[in-house]
């Protein structure tokens, strides 16, 4: 019969206080994105009393479960007591829910911080004109984005270029006047 991974829990009750599964739960969400080093590991099997490092792998993925759910979504203790199975110690239980939800506003705090951190702004947009010849058919403006973005490049910079044909722009200006029209002749029946 295949051990399920909520059945590698009870190692936590191997710590020596509920110290110590506050710092296994906070390493684990320190290192999210890189992962555990060979010192972090040497730490927490040491705090749980582990002689062999491979039983710490499936602990780890089902901590790693439980802390992204809390992480990334607002959920209540119910909710996370509702995620752990019968085979999970009721103490085990009560103690993780405690713990998760002591940790959650922190862990959203930052997991919003990030998303906001990560979206690239408008630094510079610049256009022009190519085939200015009246007569070719193939006029079209090169529209160049600056983008700050923090996340890709040394610079802090991702440079984005796309073009647009004449009819392109020609019918993006009808739409804008179609939608300006529309918008005073509401806002003239509004007066009325």
């Known amino acids: 019969m ?7 829990l ?12 506050e710092y296994i739960l906070q390493t684990l969400w320190r290192t999210r994105k890189i992962g555990l080093d060979s010192a972090d590991r040497d730490i927490l099997c040491g705090l749980l009393q582990l002689q062999n490092e491979t039983d710490l792998d ?10 992204r759910k809390c992480g990334r979504e607002n959920v209540s203790k119910e909710d996370i007591l509702k995620m752990f199975p019968r085979e999970v110690l009721p103490e085990l239980q009560r103690l993780l829910a405690l713990l998760l939800q002591k940790f959650q506003r922190e862990w959203l705090d930052d997991v ?3 998303k906001e951190n990560n979206l690239p702004r408008l ?3 610049t256009w022009n004109m ?10 079209h403006a090169v529209i160049n984005l600056k983008l700050q973005d923090d996340t890709q490049s040394v610079l802090g910079e991702t440079e984005v270029k796309f073009q647009l044909t004449k009819d392109t722009v020609d019918t993006m200006v009808k739409s804008m006047y179609r939608i300006r029209d529309q918008l005073s002749d509401m806002r003239e029946t509004s007066e009325h």
């Open 112 to 114: 919003r911080k990030e």
């Open 130 to 139: 190519a085939n200015q010849n009246a007569e070719s058919a193939n006029q």
């Open 58 to 67: 499936p602990l780890l993925v089902c901590l790693r479960m439980l802390i």
């Open 2 to 8: 295949e051990q399920s991974i909520w059945s590698h």
């Open 123 to 125: 630094k510079t947009m």
């Open 10 to 21: 009870p190692l936590l009750m191997r710590s020596s206080s509920k110290e110590s599964i």
